[in-house]
Structures are given as structure tokens and as C-alpha cells.
């Protein structure tokens, strides 16, 4: 079955430090990236996406991430992050050609001002 | 912008009463889906539907059915609500195979 895996549950930072959440997926064929956020109080949004071409993706808020095929990974960047950045934040993977999304259990970061 | 909406933001029932989540989404989507987020568990799959009349069992779909007669509606019912139901569930939206698009969610307690 497939499986999203994000390595920290918990992590926490000060403001202007470099971002680096983990990810990788089981599944080997063709798949389609997302990483996914939720601001407290706030809906889950999209934060950015890879589909095909450019595996180096950049989305919202100054986030990037990395698709590696051979390492099966799909990690979150940010070089300096806010205060504003404290969320909670989800990788979900699906097959090319499935409808449905595949969530990994999320990483709640925390930002100390 | 896709707008998704859910019907209540915060609902309290009893155990054993049959409750009734509602989400309209109005960009036209063929796909929608009820989840349950719980912490430490992030988002399971209950229900998915990819049309009208249409649906699939999701991951952890005991103890729920869900109704689709309109392509922008998609309701969960929870036939006898019991405690371990309670929960955050969210309602999602998409277009084939592209990103998911999501309501506020409704916390549901059962008491």
C-alpha cells in the first residue's frame, strides 16, 4: 500500500533559521507532489506542487521543494523562516492517473519569535 | 478561487444521534472527499466520491455512509454517533487527478 512518511513530528526553530522538513513516499511509479499547510484556525492549503518537468519547485511564501526520484523523497525548504511560518505542515503523494491523495501524518513547526 | 464550504464549524451530539456533515463546493468538480484529521494521525480518507451517485470506501469508512445526488453537494452521516467519532473532518474537493481543494472543516464533538 502506499505510504507518506514525514520525519519529524515536532520541530522547532528560531526566526531566520533555514527550514528543512523530510518526506518520502513507497510507491515507485509515476506520482504527483504536494506539500500541503495549515495555519492555526485556518483551512489546509496548497503550498506548492510537482507534477512533472522542474523537479526543483518553488510555491508560496518563499517555499521550495525537491523532488528526488531516486531517493523517493519530496523535502520542504525555506532558507530564513518567520514567526508567520508556525503551522502545520502535510506531504501527500498520489499515483499519476488516481484520484485520490495520500497524506503523511504532518509536522507541526514552531517558530520562536 | 474554489470555494469550499461545510455546513457547521463546530456541531455537539449525542451518542447514538445521526448526524449530518454537509459540503458544497462550487467550481464544478468531479471529486470530493471527507476526511477526519486527528492529531498525530493527520488526514485519513473516509469517503471519496467521483461523481453524482457515485462513491468509494475510503480508508476508515466504518461507521459512516455518505450521499452525493448533486455534483456540488457531498454529505457524510454518521448513523449512530459514538464517542470515538469525535473528531475535526474536513471536505475536499478536486478536479481529476489535481490538487485537492479544502473546506474550513467542522469539529465535531460527541459527548
Known amino acids: ?113 | 478561487d474554489v470555494k469550499v464550504t461545510q455546513s457547521s464549524r463546530y456541531l455537539v451530539k449525542r451518542t447514538g444521534e445521526k448526524v449530518f456533515l454537509e459540503c458544497v463546493q462550487d467550481m464544478d468538480h468531479e471529486n470530493m472527499f471527507w476526511y477526519r484529521q486527528d492529531p498525530g494521525l493527520g488526514l485519513r480518507l473516509i469517503y471519496f466520491s467521483y461523481d453524482v451517485k457515485m462513491k468509494e470506501k475510503g480508508d476508515i469508512p466504518e461507521g459512516y455512509s455518505v450521499s452525493r445526488e448533486k455534483k456540488e453537494r457531498f454529505s457524510l452521516i454518521l448513523e449512530s454517533a459514538s464517542t470515538n467519532q469525535t473528531s475535526m473532518y474536513l471536505c475536499a474537493s478536486s478536479l481529476l487527478t489535481t490538487e485537492q481543494y479544502f473546506g474550513p472543516g467542522t469539529r465535531l464533538t460527541v459527548t
Open chain 1, 1 to 113: 500500500a502506499q505510504s507518506v512518511s514525514q520525519h519529524n513530528h515536532h520541530v522547532i526553530l528560531s526566526e531566520a533559521a533555514s527550514l528543512e522538513l523530510g518526506c518520502n513516499y513507497s510507491y515507485g511509479g509515476t506520482v504527483n507532489l504536494f506539500w500541503y499547510v495549515q495555519y492555526p484556525g485556518q483551512h489546509l492549503q496548497l503550498l506548492l506542487k510537482y507534477f512533472s518537468g522542474d523537479p526543483l519547485v518553488k510555491g508560496i511564501k518563499g517555499f521550495e521543494a525537491e523532488f528526488i526520484k531516486s531517493k523517493f523523497s519530496f523535502n520542504l525548504r525555506k532558507p530564513s523562516v518567520q514567526w508567520s511560518d508556525t503551522a502545520e505542515y502535510f506531504c501527500a503523494v498520489n499515483e499519476n492517473r488516481d484520484d485520490k491523495i495520500i497524506f503523511g501524518k504532518g509536522t507541526r513547526l514552531h517558530i520562536l519569535p
